[in-house]
């Protein structure tokens, strides 16, 4: 069991409150690979749903994996365990490589990645988070101290929305981190307010095309060269 069970913000509880029954996850869509078969990226949507996530899931299938999209409302109130049935069914998808996943979140989904994922090195090669909700850290204190597996925090300055995703959250948890040691590494884009990504509410697109090029290199430096090279360690 993990020890940062993730909790929506009540604002942004309330806008799906239909969606909190702790139903195992489905997956929405499997993007393959443009060579047939690559490591597995879990992408977990955000609060508006994999189609609005759809331009940054495709970017990623276009790197050279196969991106299995769930959606992050579904794993409201599971506890983590939608996030783990997630990966054990993206694992088992036609065009994946055996192997650890990374998992890659948005948002909501961010914050279940961040939550659950980063604890998980059986099963998780690295963990990418795309301004993630970080409410249930004031929650958890001692967080940072049970990242386990390398994390990349992409998150914008101005980034106000619901006050799920605030950056003085994030450089709180960057400062746990680095004392704890931990593998945890926070990228910050000034100006840059929530769901920046291309088609977003806020989509910038010269942080968008960064943060998509820094997603790029941690998946690499996780899954070598070749989408049959072997897990490394992430720095």
Known sequence: M??????LLPAAAALFAAATFALPASAQQELAPPQGKGHVVVFVSGIAGPKHDKALSEAIA???????VFDGRDMMATQGQSLRSAIQKAQKMPHALPGKVAVVGVSLGGGYALAYGSQWPDLVAVDIVWYPATGFLGRSKDFARHISVPVLML????????DCCLIKTARSLEADAKAANAPFELVTYPGAGHDFMKGGMNYDPGTYADALARTAAKLKAAFGDSPQGDVKTVN
């Open 2 to 7: 993990t020890n940062s069970p993730f909790r």
């Open 62 to 68: 276009a790197l050279g994996y196969d991106v299995v």
């Open 155 to 162: 998150a914008g300055e101005e980034d106000r929305f619901l």
